[in-house]
């Protein structure tokens, strides 16, 4: 079986409506901002920063979708949101490919980071696990929406 290459794109008046089409289980959608947030996060700004957002793709679908808020030309504040992969792509090893492909993506698009960081859900314990399997570190510390911290050091 071919491996297909997942493509990240920002999420645009071309393909923004797909994007909302993304679907999680009834179990997980708790666990992460809808799309219809991250979208708005992306206007809004509420975090006074720079804050871009991403759908993943394999051979044209989108079956994820995520955002990377982040100050520009810091070497240590950029976050991964929103991380999400759609329903049908579940189980199948995606997480740990988008992920990946995230992971390269920022270090490419931001050459001076230094550290990713991104938060969890305390009950989400399928998604601890992923990010501990790419070397994030649980910081033993939370948000103040009691989210845990993670955080990988990239250079």
């Excluded at 809808?34 to 979208?39: F, H, K, P």
């Excluded at 759609?86 to 992971?103: N, T």
Aim: overall charge negative; some cysteine.
């Amino acid at each position: 079986m071919r491996t297909h290459i997942i493509q990240i794109h920002p999420v645009t008046r071309d393909n923004w409506e797909q994007a909302l089409q993304i679907s999680l289980h009834e179990n997980q959608k708790h666990l992460v901002p809808s799309i219809t947030e991250g979208l708005a996060y992306a206007y809004i700004k509420p975090w006074d920063e720079a804050f871009d957002p991403y759908v993943l793709q394999i051979e044209g679908n989108i079956i994820g979708f995520f955002y990377i808020s982040y100050t520009p030309e810091s070497i240590d504040n950029y976050w991964i949101g929103g991380f999400q992969i759609d329903k049908a792509f579940q189980g199948q090893g995606m997480g740990k490919r988008a992920l990946r492909a995230i992971i390269d993506f920022i270090t490419d698009k931001h050459p001076l980071c230094h550290v990713i960081s991104l938060t969890v859900e305390r009950d989400n314990h399928i998604a601890q696990r992923l990010y501990t399997s790419m070397s994030f570190v649980s910081e033993n510390l939370t948000n103040s929406d009691d989210e845990v911290i993670y955080r990988l050091e990239i250079r």
